[in-house]
């Protein structure tokens, strides 16, 4: 999970030229500026440089950075533990929201997932309504609120859990319930 340039995966849509393709590789010292003017514009309390160069060298930790043509335009750092993997931080520039990357990116880790490490646990503020949106869509679930985690802001944090184990309800099953709950 050290500093390498490798591609992960390379996804074209369909009449879109290799030029276009999207790519999904490793975190790199390379894209740090790119990624802190992205940290800047999603977060009202952004990463500094530090926090990216922790991810990149410390044990366990890791980045994952999506890129079209050369230019990052969203990224995922995660911790590995033992038993789980903790959701760090995500951002997708603005301009590029609600085409898919931060599901790109969400699912190469929950592809990780495997019998020993089965759950991915993220803490989310409460005001961050896109976020948590954002994760349900993907299967994870609220579990927990911790009261005025963030003290800077007097606000509550919400801890969601991707369960691997725990199959997230299809429409059949959600169709099934409406109709037994009628
Ligand atoms: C949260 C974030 C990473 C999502 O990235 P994205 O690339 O826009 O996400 P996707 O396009 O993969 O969205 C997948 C689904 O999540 C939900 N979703 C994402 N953003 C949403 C929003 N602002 N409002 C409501 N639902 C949202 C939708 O169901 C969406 O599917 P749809 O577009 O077909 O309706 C992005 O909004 C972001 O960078 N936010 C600022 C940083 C942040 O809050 N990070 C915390 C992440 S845990």
Not at 70 to 79: I, K, S, T
Request: net charge positive; aromatic share 10%; hydrophobic share 40%.
């Amino acid at each position: 999970m050290s500093e390498n340039h490798s591609v992960l995966f390379c996804v074209r849509k369909t009449n879109e030229s290799t030029e276009n393709a999207l790519r999904l590789r490793w975190l790199c010292r390379r894209d740090f500026g790119a990624l802190l003017a992205l940290e800047r514009a999603a977060f009202e309390f952004p990463w500094t440089r530090d926090e990216f160069e922790y991810c990149l060298r410390t044990r366990n930790f890791g980045g994952l950075v999506v890129e079209r043509n050369g230019e990052p335009l969203g990224y995922l750092c995660f911790e590995a533990r033992k038993r789980s993997f903790r959701l760090l931080s995500c951002a997708v520039a603005e301009s590029e929201r609600r085409q898919g990357l931060g599901t790109l990116l969400a699912r190469a880790l929950i592809d990780r997932l495997d019998e020993r490490r089965s759950k991915i646990v993220c803490v989310v503020r409460e005001r961050n309504l896109a976020a948590q949106l954002f994760l349900r869509r993907l299967g994870f679930r609220a579990v927990w609120v911790a009261r005025d985690y963030y003290f800077k802001t007097n606000e509550d944090a919400y801890r969601m859990t991707y369960r691997a184990d725990v199959a997230v309800p299809t429409e059949i099953d959600r169709t099934r319930r409406r109709l037994l709950s009628r």
